[in-house]
């Protein structure tokens, strides 16, 4: 068996992983990248990038069908499902080989195979039967999660979809049934909805979008309203069995049983850590209920082995992931790195779009501040008149003595990117009198948060003081020019 020796090596290249064998590589260190299948992971081959280009095509039918209201005829927009596919996985494409790239050009050597540790500083790599060895002073497990199954829907790539088959965009079924109302759920199954089929959610919790402002939820919960899709909290699925050609789910809502008729199923309720079939316990790996358990420098209980990324247990997310790779790749450099970040801001692509960040004014008074809030309506702004998309608000919360902003929720038009100024906010440990004194461009969508700071200072521009609005509901006036 051959064997080949570098200063660290990284397992698995998804967006914790790859990131992190470049920041190595980066910092002078022989580097090699294991990975079992394609690079980019999860993220870049059915995660986030390919469901944010299936989520921004459903938009743009939406669009076109809202286009004779801006005086734009056209016709009822037909939706090429094969075209579609084939451009989401020309996305994919570039972005899976643009990594290829960048590891080459960095002098990171990329192995293929799948890894499983034989002693902490050695790993064995198999791929068609064949091993190579593989030794290093240090590893960064970055094995990443996959989707939780439930009883009853086993993913079959079938009739039951997992996230991985829903992203790949087999057909647009007539009726989907989507369980579980989280983010991807509700990402993911408005993509149906828009590009045609018949949508009902079941959530097994009281709300859809659980932990995130409610009165954000509820702007989403109405849009799905309004575009005839059911929505059932307080519902359990049980199981399902095949009725004809149709698909019979079982399942018990606010305590009564019933059966929803559907084409496919899409399981949608979690995701979960996969350290699975590494051999970390027999080199001593620590493996917690929520992943592989590590300390603010991701070292994990065997010290030459690091951990990064999703098989670490949540938030699931992909630039947490990019930001723990980077850090574990520094402090196997020498460098003093930790987990210190103030924000993990979190962008969620449903309809309206909503961009989160820090405290929420529960959360905010949980921990024992006296939150102060401002909000302000895009129905307000310019911009969003301008680009015909008013519905939604950004809302900043912030300690009411000293005025430091805790958090901010963004829900409306381009809110996942608006939350990146919030989140520089809260970085840099930004008072309320910080950003509303920041000159923001005119006429932008951003300009909502400046209002919404001001108007938590009681010092609205283009809003009348909410005490003078008597009416609950009353639209925000005047909208600036
Ligand atoms: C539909 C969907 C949409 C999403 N949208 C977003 C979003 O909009 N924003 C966001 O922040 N997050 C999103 N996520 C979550 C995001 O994809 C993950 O948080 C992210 O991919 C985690 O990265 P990772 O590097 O930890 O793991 P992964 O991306 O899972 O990468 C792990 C890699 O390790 C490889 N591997 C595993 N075992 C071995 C082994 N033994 N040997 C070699 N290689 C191995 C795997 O093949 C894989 O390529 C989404 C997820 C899904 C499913």
Redesign the pocket.
């Known amino acids: 068996m051959a064997t080949k020796t570098f200063d660290a090596v990284v397992?698995?290249?998804?967006?914790?992983?790859?990131p992190a064998a470049i920041r190595l590589a980066q910092l002078g260190k022989k580097v090699a990248l294991?990975?079992?299948?394609?690079?980019?992971?999860?993220?870049?081959?059915?995660?986030?990038i390919?469901?944010?280009a299936l989520i921004a095509a459903a938009n743009l039918v939406d669009e076109i069908k809202g286009a004779a209201e801006r005086g734009i005829m056209v016709g009822e927009p037909k939706v090429d499902v094969a075209k579609l596919r084939e451009f989401k996985n020309g996305v994919v494409k570039k972005l899976t080989s643009g990594v290829g790239l960048l590891e080459k050009g960095n002098g990171v050597e990329v192995v293929k195979?799948?890894?499983?540790f034989v002693s902490p500083t050695a790993i064995d790599?198999e791929q068609n039967g064949e091993r190579t060895r593989i030794e290093a002073q240090a590893f960064i497990v970055?094995?990443?999660?996959?989707?939780v199954e439930i009883p009853g829907f086993k993913f079959d790539g079938k009739d039951v979809w997992s996230?991985?088959e829903?992203?790949d965009l087999p057909e647009v079924p007539n009726r989907l049934v989507c369980i579980g109302g989280g983010?991807?759920g509700m990402?993911?199954g408005t993509v149906y909805a828009k590009l045609g089929s018949q949508v009902t959610f079941l959530e097994a919790l009281p709300n859809i979008l659980t932990g995130i402002d409610p009165e954000a939820v509820r702007l989403v919960q109405k849009n799905l309203r309004q575009r005839g899709v059911t929505v059932h909290v307080n519902a359990k699925a049980k199981g399902f069995e095949r009725k004809g050609a149709a698909l019979a789910v079982k399942v018990e809502v606010e305590g009564k049983e019933t059966t929803i008729e559907c084409d496919k199923i899409l399981v949608?309720v979690g995701?979960r850590p996969?350290p699975e079939?590494?051999g970390l316990e027999k080199i001593g790996v620590k493996v917690g209920p929520k992943g592989i358990e590590v300390d603010a420098q991701y070292r994990t209980s065997v010290p030459s082995v690091f951990a990064?990324?999703?098989?670490t247990g949540g938030p699931?997310?992909?630039?947490?992931?990019?930001k723990e790779?980077e850090i574990a790749a520094e402090v196997i450099a020498g460098m003093k790195s930790a987990r210190d970040w103030v924000a993990m801001p979190?962008?969620i692509?449903t309809d309206p779009e909503i961009g989160t960040v820090g405290l929420s004014e529960e959360e905010a008074r949980a921990q024992g501040h006296d939150p102060i809030t401002g909000k302000f309506a895009f129905g307000a702004l310019g911009r969003a008149i301008a680009i015909h998309h008013t519905e939604g608000f950004v809302k900043v919360v912030a300690d009411r003595a000293s005025k430091l902003i805790l958090g901010v929720t963004a829900v409306g038009p381009e809110a996942a990117d608006l939350i990146a100024e919030a989140t520089l906010a809260l970085e840099m440990g930004a008072y309320l009198e910080d950003v509303a004194l920041t000159i923001h461009a005119h006429p932008t969508l951003p300009e909502a948060f400046m209002e919404a700071c001001k108007t938590a200072l009681g010092e609205p521009i283009h809003m009348l003081k909410p005490p003078e609005r008597k009416k609950k509901g009353e639209e925000p006036a005047p909208a600036r020019a």
């Open positions: 397992i698995g290249a998804g967006v914790g992983g790859y294991v990975e079992k299948e394609t690079l980019g992971g999860v993220c870049l081959n059915w995660g986030c390919p469901s944010k195979g799948t890894a499983t790599v970055a094995t990443g999660g996959r989707p996230a991985k829903a992203v983010i991807i990402e993911l949608a995701f996969s079939g590494l990064i990324g999703d098989v699931f997310l992909a630039h947490k992931a990019s790779g979190g962008g692509f």
